[in-house]
């Protein structure tokens, strides 16, 4: 196993697979489940799942969906989306989930993450922190798959979700997402620097040398991708694949 893990992102929509550019623009990728036989033939560490219509239809998980998922998976899995309950995170961990991911909720009650950890514990609680940046540069978390302001700076965000008991924060600049141009190192190295816990990069890795820069140079304990996973050439046609282990030692080497 890698000492840095490389996870890929996988956003669902209505059952299917699709991934987006800044959080719009969603393109359809394919079956989970299918997705899921090949991230398992290819030996990939962890994957997480994103459902991004959940909170938004006011809808919680689709625990169905997320059964046949855990029952093929051959790694951990994270699973984020529509989770508004403590029950909620107890169903999905009893039905394989590894790691509870929160973002929305935790932002409108942020004592959910404590009531999370102390359930299921830190290292199964994820805090998801979705981020823009103003014209002035200002970086602000967003919610509601960026459909709203939350008015919090993302480094104090980290830092009181780190405080409530969470294990592990995902840290997606949503101005890069899908644009494969790189991570936001300067938002990632602010994060990194103020929390103890892991951090996961997120949102424009668009090649090898983008997870070495988010780790050697940023500081993260992990990074994410969905793009460079599931689209090949320019024309982004969709291709799942995963980098050799190899290659990866190379990397992180």
């Known amino acids: 196993m890698l000492r840095t893990r490389v996870i890929p992102c996988l956003l669902l929509r209505n059952g ?7 959080f719009g623009e969603a393109k359809y990728v ?10 398992n033939e290819k030996e990939v560490d ?50 394989g989930v590894e790691k509870v991911v929160l973002n929305t909720s935790v932002v409108e009650r942020p004592e959910f993450i404590r009531e999370a950890a102390n359930l299921v514990g830190s290292s199964s609680v994820v805090v998801s ?10 970086y602000e978390v967003v919610t509601r798959n960026a459909g709203r302001k939350s008015g919090l700076d993302p480094i104090e965000w980290a830092r009181r979700a780190a405080d409530l008991g969470a294990g592990e924060v995902l840290l997606t600049s949503v101005d890069r997402d899908g644009t494969q141009k ?41 990074v994410a991708a969905g793009s460079l996973f599931v689209f090949h050439g320019k024309h982004r046609a969709v291709l799942i694949t995963y980098p050799d282990y190899r290659e990866l030692e190379k990397v992180f080497g």
């Not at 299917?16 to 800044?22: A, D, I, N, P, Q």
């Not at 394919?30 to 991230?39: E, H, L, R, S, Y």
């Not at 922190?129 to 200002?138: A, P, T």
């Open 16 to 22: 299917g697979l699709v991934k987006t550019v800044k």
């Open 30 to 39: 394919g079956d989970p489940i299918n997705a899921v036989k090949i991230f």
């Open 46 to 95: 962890e994957l997480v799942f994103l459902d991004i219509t959940a909170t938004a239809a006011s809808r919680g998980p689709n625990f169905e969906l997320i059964r046949d998922i855990a029952t093929e998976a051959f790694m951990p899995f994270g699973y984020g989306g529509g989770i508004t309950t403590i029950d909620q995170v107890a169903s999905l961990v009893a039905l």
């Open 129 to 138: 922190i979705d981020v823009k940046r103003s014209l002035l540069g200002r």
């Open 182 to 222: 790189g991570y936001d190192l300067a938002l990632l190295r602010q994060v990194t620097e103020a929390v103890s816990i892991p951090v996961i990069a997120s949102g424009g890795a668009g090649s090898l040398d983008d997870f070495r820069a988010a780790v050697q140079e940023a500081g993260a304990s992990a």
